[in-house]
């Protein structure tokens, strides 16, 4: 299933300025779920997303990536949850009240939004789940500094009670060149730009390594100047989106390595659709990426 339609079916509730050190100074810096703090010497941990193994059964595949050390499967819903728990495993994000092209760039999609956030928020609150995904919404004619506005004024409204559950939001982003036409959060800086416009320390972003390269390129630079706005990774080969083997062009040992360098101990996801034996390669993914 392309995640497009996976994604599509969970309920719906301006260029940046370059980043001044005054700033980032504003911002600590990030420790995401799982971490041990910002100097501890833990490297991240593994997490695998869902929607790649759909037609797995999600118990087998807890179970299968306990086995290779994994110790999150997600973009969960509710239900979905306490599977994984019931296996040792957690959630690192869980669904949260958007669609890829249904979201927080449009004034009049916001109470439906908030109201999805309240009923969310407490659920995912009690399950101990740090992250819950959003999602800007299509363009649909709409121009980048004022989904941008949007998005802010969206976010203003939810990131009180992201903070009051100990919640963080993190918004994906998506290449709009190959999988999600007319995406609006499709490059790091406009990200960037919202983080410090939302002026929440629960809202983050979620890079997403292999829309990124389909859409800017530059990956490790590009991670390491804007980091402090960033509080979740995931993977994925290019192009085609398969495994992240030596039979694609990006180098993920360089880019895991780099994240290290960093100081990332939270979770890093690996989000293929694998061509091959999948749990042969999600094993090889983890190795790949240790």
């Keep these: 299933m392309h995640r497009r339609v996976f994604l599509q079916t969970v309920p719906m509730g301006v260029a940046a300025s370059a980043v001044a050190p005054s700033v980032l100074s504003a911002y600590a810096p990030h420790t995401s779920v799982g971490s041990t703090g910002a100097g501890a010497a833990r490297q991240y941990r593994h997490s695998v997303c869902q929607w790649c193994y759909s037609s797995m059964d999600l118990a087998e595949l807890t179970k299968s990536a306990k ?166 990774f995931h993977t994925g080969g290019v192009p085609g989106r398969a495994e992240i083997d030596q039979t694609q062009e990006l180098n993920y040992p360089a880019i895991c390595r780099a994240l290290k360098e960093l100081g990332y101990t939270g979770y890093l996801a690996q989000e293929f659709i694998p061509r091959n034996d999948p749990m042969k390669s999600l094993a090889a993914a983890v190795e790949i990426c240790a």
């Design 67 to 232: 086995a290779m050390g994994i110790e999150s499967i997600e973009l969960l819903s509710e239900a979905q949850w306490k599977i994984v728990q019931a296996h040792g495993l957690t959630c690192a994000v869980a669904n949260g009240p958007t669609t890829i092209s249904t979201g927080l760039n449009r004034v009049e999609n916001h109470d439906a939004i908030v109201k999805r956030t309240e009923e969310l928020l407490p659920k995912i609150q009690a399950a101990g789940i740090a992250n819950m995904i959003v999602f800007s919404g299509n363009r649909a004619g709409l121009s980048d500094a004022e989904g941008l506005k949007n998005c802010a004024i969206g976010l203003k409204r939810i990131t009180p009670l992201a903070k009051a559950a100990g919640v963080t939001i993190i918004m994906e982003l998506l290449n709009s060149k190959v999988d999600h036409r007319d995406y609006q959060c499709d490059h790091t800086a406009w990200g960037a730009e919202l983080v410090k416009q939302t002026e929440s320390d629960r809202f983050r972003l979620l890079y997403d390594i292999y829309h990124m390269q389909v859409m800017e390129g530059d990956v490790i630079h590009t991670i390491s100047e804007n980091y402090w706005a960033i509080a979740h």
